[in-house]
């Protein structure tokens, strides 16, 4: 079974700055196999594509509304992928989840993911 834990949500103003956490976990779970990343959903809202981030971290997708603001990494030896959060602003407001697919290609496809997380909830102030 495996498991996908974010952390690192939380109140900020706009203009601030957070750093999201997902700690892979799973008996038969090979995590540097797997691309990783995050996909983001509203109150009222599709869910949608936010980062991801290939096995070994040498190719890396973003949304157009973060692209400049966000740093999406992985760390292979502990199991975890980040996201770094700038410039914060009140539109992105979501539930953070992570994800795991087994091919790259899949992204930004929520519906083709193989694993989630059950999400951290960001909330902007304006």
């Known amino acids: 079974q495996v498991q996908l834990v974010e952390s690192g949500g939380g109140l900020v103003q706009a203009g601030d700055s957070l750093r999201l956490s997902c700690a892979a976990s799973?008996?038969?779970?090979?995590?540097?196999?797997?691309?990783m990343g995050w996909f983001r959903q509203a109150p009222e809202k599709e869910r949608e594509f936010v980062a991801s981030?290939?096995?070994?971290?040498?190719?890396?997708r973003y949304a157009d509304s973060v692209k400049g603001r966000f740093t999406i990494s992985r760390d292979n030896a502990e199991n975890m992928v980040y996201l770094q959060m700038n410039s914060l602003k009140p539109e992105d407001t979501a539930v953070y989840y992570c994800a795991a697919s087994d091919s790259d290609y899949d992204f930004p496809y929520h519906r083709a993911m193989d694993f989630w997380g059950k999400g951290t909830l960001v909330t902007v102030s304006s």
């Open positions: 981030i290939n096995w070994d971290g040498s190719n890396t």
């Open positions: 799973g008996r038969f779970f090979t995590f540097n196999t797997y691309a």
